[in-house]
Every structure is written in structure tokens, then in C-alpha cells.
């Protein structure tokens, strides 16, 4: 039975492979560039050797720690990433509890993060080769990490099961995984600069962890090479008794789970509680841009376009303070125009089959095109209003608000006619509502990367006017070319924005029908 469980594990990750050619392509590359950081990780383990017992000890205990500590970690804000062998999918087969317990065990260690660990753990045994008796006791020290993390991981998810059947958790979850990835660069560099001024402090933060369960099994190793073989015998039954206690709530978190799966409930909502319907013009129009807008609400995929924007200051902040000039933050409105006008760019691949309404109902595709720019245009230009001013406020850079506001209201406008004709022409494979908004759709992969490139591309040479007198506006100081910036920038972009709008309404005139048959092929994928 372990055995077959097995075989399904490793048959559905082949079959998803199957089903995409470039998906196949960017495991392959993702795997060539893990492995070129488990090499340097693993030449790194065997450098450590030749260095002091104290300095390699923490160095092991403190990334051993934050190891385990990942892994436990990333299935809360991962829900429904990989969904292969979870509990709520086995619940209705009858497989006794050790072997299931057994069979995802393994199939956690035989998967690539488990092999990837695996290898990086049982390298340590290099690290102390010049004590063979502590080499030893790394190698069984890291069959027990790796089994910790395992066993940690699988006992999350079996604990979060009820928690992942409720579409609002997965929601935020996987929108909340996407912040530290955006501030990735002033999280480095931050945890660089506080480890460069607290080196002094490491050694006894690793010592500290080196009691506890994240780090007892990382530290036995040291301290057999001391001689400290009490210290040593303690850390190892912490190590024993954390796997045991994970073991044993995994086994009751995965009984409960698999007795009582969980039930969805649908919401009930009051009675004349319409929402954005209200509030907007009862005619077509009006109605796409309500339930346009009540996807920006309610959709983590587009959500998921929002949470960028209060992060891009920050962003723009941190380097330009770093440069020592702040040119790059006071660009700040532009460039959050130039992205989320293009936010939409593939707007009918999130409808998916429920665009069908739009064909059955005979909506023109001049509304169709007009009530989703409306919703965009409301979602949009008041973030860039106020970035733009707010930067130039906090810079104290008034004289260059008429060269940005132009720049940034020319790319705002110009992005939403743009998208008005590319969400009627790019029917691209996109997550699933209700699934996790970084979940990658089959075959996803290329024609998202190369269409999104390809309209910003388009938009960069729609916005070439107003970007060209606000650059200049800028170097030489002339406040002429500034507001003729901001003349530009408005009158170029509501025309383009008509034009796309226009164009955007013949083609789904023309085309509604084959688009939608398109989605629909795009569904049974």
C-alpha cells in the first residue's frame, strides 16, 4: 500500500508534466538552478570542516533551525500549491492510518524539497569527518531533521485541513506569501546588515537554539566533537521526543481530518443587498463594471494586483535611499500606472466559462469593453493620484508634479484603452476561482510571460510622448515641457482609451462566440 502511494505521488507529477511541454521546461530549469545551490550548499558544509568547531556549529545549528522552521511554516501561507495526497483527497479510501502516516512520510522525503534537504542535511557529515564518533552522529542527526521536517510539514497540513476548506483562508493566504517575495531585496539586506552588526550575538543564539526543537538535532554533532557527550545526550532526546510528539498530533490531526472531512458552506446574503449593482447605472454597461469591480473585492486574482501597490513605495524608497537620490521614488506614480493599467490585460481569461452570460445576453461589445475600463479606471487612477502627489510631497519635489501627473495619467489612460483590445484577443490558461492565485495553470507558463512582455512592450511605445517631455521636463528644468507633459498625457491618453475601448467592442462583436469557445477548450485542459 506504501508502495502505490508512492507510485500515484510520482504518477501525478508526471502526468501534470505531460500535459504542459513548457511547464516541463521550467521544472527542468528550476531543477538545474536548485542544484547549483545545493552544490555551493554542500561545498559549503565541506569548507566548514577546516574551520573552528564553534564557528561551523553555528553556522549549522542557526540554518538548520531556520530549515525546520521553513518547513513548517510555508504550509500555512502555500494552501492548495501542491494538492497531491492530501488528507481531505484520501479520506474516502479505506487505508489504515500507519500505513497512510508511512506512505506520506516517504512521499514527503522522496519529493524534490525532500531530496534537496535530504542531500543538504546528510552533507553535514562532512563537516565533522575529522571526528569520525560526531560524524556519525550527524548522520543519524540528520535522518532526524529531515524526518522532523517532514513529519512537521504533513502535521500542518492535516491540522489546517478544515482551515484550507474555507475559500477566505486560502485567499489570504496565498496573497500574504506574496509580500515577503516583493520585499525580498530590503528583507535580504536587512538581515545582512543586523547579521554583519550582531555577529557577536550568533554564537549564543545557537547555542539557545541548540535546546530547543529547531536546533537540538543540528547541535549533538558539536558537541561530540567537544567531548561533551552530556550536553550531547540530552540534545539528542529533545531531538527524539519533538519527531515523537510531531508523529503522534500528525496521527490524531490526520484521524480527525479523515473521519470528519470537512464541509464548504455557501454565504447567505441579505436580501436586497446587491452590492456595486446599486451603486452604478442600471444599464449594460453599468452592470459590467459592477461585476468588474466585484471581482477587484472579491477575487484574489485580482486582489493579488492591489497588494503590489502600497509595497512599490517602499520599494522605490528603500533603493533611492540607498543611491542617495530620490529620482527613482518620485517616479513612483507613473510606474504604478504603467502596472496596474495592465493589470486586466488578459480580463476575459478570468471570466472563464461565465463570460457565456456576455454571449447569451447579446451584450454589445462596446459596453462590454466600457464597463470594464470604467472599473478599472475606478480602481486605478485614485492610487495614482495619490502616489504621485505623495511622493512628490514627501521630496519636497513640487516643481516635477505636472512632468509625473502626465507621465503617470498618460500610462494610467493609455494602459486602460490598451487593455481594452488585448483582453478581447489573449485568452491565456489562468487559475481557477477559488483556487490559490499563484497556483500555475497548465501550459501557463510561456504564453503568460511572452503576451505580458508583449503589451508592455505597446504600452511603453503608446506612453513615448508624454514620457519623452517629462524625462526632458526633468533634465533640463523647464516647467513648459512639464505641463506640456501633463497636456499630453491627458488628452493622448483619453484617446487612446476611446480608441481601445472602440476597437476592443468590434472585435468581441466579431469574435464572442470563438472566445468563448476558447475558453471553454481552455477549461477541459
Request: aromatic share 8%.
Amino acid at each position: 500500500m506504501v508502495a502505490t502511494l508512492l507510485r500515484l505521488r510520482f504518477r501525478v507529477l508526471a502526468n501534470t508534466l505531460k500535459r504542459s511541454t513548457w511547464q516541463l521546461v521550467a521544472v527542468i530549469i528550476g531543477a538545474i538552478y536548485g542544484m547549483g545551490v545545493l552544490v555551493f550548499v554542500v561545498f559549503g558544509l565541506v569548507a566548514l570542516a577546516f574551520a573552528p568547531v564553534e564557528l561551523a556549529s553555528t553556522i549549522i545549528v542557526l540554518a538548520g533551525s531556520a530549515l525546520i522552521l521553513g518547513w513548517i511554516a510555508v504550509p500555512l501561507v502555500a494552501v492548495g500549491v501542491d494538492q497531491t495526497l492530501e488528507p481531505a483527497k484520501l479520506a474516502q479510501f479505506p487505508l489504515p492510518r500507519r500505513t497512510l502516516l508511512l506512505g506520506l512520510a516517504l512521499a514527503g522525503v522522496l519529493g524534490v524539497p525532500g531530496i534537496i534537504t535530504s542531500i543538504a542535511a546528510l552533507a553535514t557529515t562532512a563537516t565533522w569527518f575529522r571526528s569520525p564518533i560526531a560524524a556519525v552522529a550527524a548522520l543519524v542527526c540528520a535522518v532526524i531533521a529531515v524526518l522532523t521536517c517532514v513529519v512537521g510539514s504533513r502535521m500542518v497540513t492535516a491540522l489546517s485541513v478544515s482551515l484550507a476548506s474555507k475559500r477566505r483562508f486560502r485567499e489570504v493566504s496565498g496573497i500574504l506569501v506574496f509580500i515577503p517575495l516583493i520585499l525580498l531585496g530590503p528583507i535580504s539586506f536587512g538581515i545582512a546588515r543586523g547579521v554583519a552588526k550582531s555577529t557577536d550575538a550568533l554564537p549564543g543564539l545557537a547555542h539557545i537554539l541548540g535546546w530547543t526543537p529547531l536546533g537540538a538535532a543540528w547541535s549533538v554533532p558539536a558537541d561530540v566533537a567537544v567531548g561533551d557527550f552530556g550536553a550531547a545526550s540530552v540534545k539528542f532526546l529533545i531531538a527524539l521526543a519533538t519527531l515523537t510528539a510531531l508523529v503522534l498530533i500528525w496521527s490524531r490531526s490526520l484521524a480527525t481530518a479523515l473521519e470528519t472531512p470537512p464541509v464548504s458552506s455557501g454565504k447567505r446574503v441579505a436580501r436586497g443587498k446587491i452590492g456595486f449593482f446599486g451603486l452604478l447605472p442600471a444599464t449594460p454597461a453599468g452592470a459590467v463594471a459592477a461585476r468588474s469591480l466585484s471581482y477587484w473585492v472579491r477575487d484574489p486574482r485580482y486582489a493579488r494586483q492591489l497588494i503590489v501597490v502600497p509595497l512599490i513605495p517602499v520599494l522605490l524608497y528603500f533603493y533611492s535611499n540607498n543611491m542617495g537620490s530620490f529620482g527613482l521614488f518620485n517616479a513612483t506614480g507613473p510606474i504604478v500606472a504603467f502596472l496596474l493599467s495592465l493589470a486586466t490585460y488578459a480580463d476575459v481569461s478570468y471570466d472563464g466559462t461565465a463570460f457565456a452570460t456576455h454571449v447569451a445576453d447579446g451584450v454589445r461589445g462596446v459596453d462590454d469593453r466600457l464597463g470594464r475600463a470604467v472599473a478599472l479606471a475606478i480602481v486605478s487612477v485614485p492610487f495614482v493620484a495619490v502616489l504621485t502627489v505623495g511622493s512628490v510631497a514627501i521630496t519636497n519635489s513640487w516643481p516635477l508634479l505636472p512632468a509625473l501627473a502626465g507621465m503617470a495619467l498618460g500610462a494610467a489612460l493609455s494602459g486602460i484603452g490598451l487593455t481594452a483590445v488585448t483582453s478581447a484577443r489573449i485568452i491565456i490558461p489562468v487559475p481557477a476561482s477559488g483556487d490559490n492565485p499563484f497556483k500555475s495553470a497548465p501550459g501557463a507558463g510561456f504564453t503568460t510571460a511572452l503576451s505580458s512582455f508583449a503589451t508592455w512592450g505597446i504600452l511603453l511605445l503608446l506612453t513615448l510622448p508624454e514620457a519623452a517631455l517629462g524625462v526632458s521636463s526633468i533634465v533640463f528644468g523647464s516647467a513648459l515641457l512639464g505641463w506640456l507633459a501633463l497636456l499630453v498625457g491627458i488628452f493622448l491618453g483619453l484617446a487612446l482609451a476611446v480608441a481601445g475601448i472602440r476597437v476592443g467592442g468590434t472585435i468581441l462583436d466579431r469574435s464572442a462566440p470563438e472566445i468563448l469557445s476558447r475558453l471553454k477548450a481552455l477549461r477541459g485542459a
